[in-house]
């Protein structure tokens, strides 16, 4: 049986379990009528997981790498918007916060996984 090279990956399982609950974060924001909010929070955090995978299938762990910084970069619009919900009370300080610390700690994930594509190049 075949598999893709990014379903073997961790940070692409995270990306994608991270997702799921900010997914559930976008969902309710439809519920409140916050659509603008929620179609940039699905962009972004869709954006995370699509470039790890995409960046997978490149032919240099250099392009891999670049895909892997859009990865991060899109880690960082999410954290932005989570900011920005809390600052605006729709999410509590706490959700925040756990979503802060766990987005932190993939952050760093992304940029040693991407340094240790790099090494040797």
Known sequence: MSSFRFESLEIWKL??????KLFDVADSLREMKRYKFADQL???????????????GSFSDKD??????ISRRSLFECANIIAILQM??????EEKEQFFTE???FSRMITNFRKTLLKGK
Do not use: P, Q, T, Y
């Not at 990306?15 to 799921?20: L, M, R």
């Open 15 to 20: 990306a994608v379990s991270i997702s799921d």
């Open 42 to 56: 699905d962009s972004a955090v869709l954006s995370i997981s699509n470039n790890i995978a995409e960046g997978s």
């Open 64 to 69: 891999f790498a670049n895909f892997l910084n």
């Open 88 to 93: 605006r009370n729709i999410i509590s300080n």
């Open 103 to 105: 987005l932190d700690k």
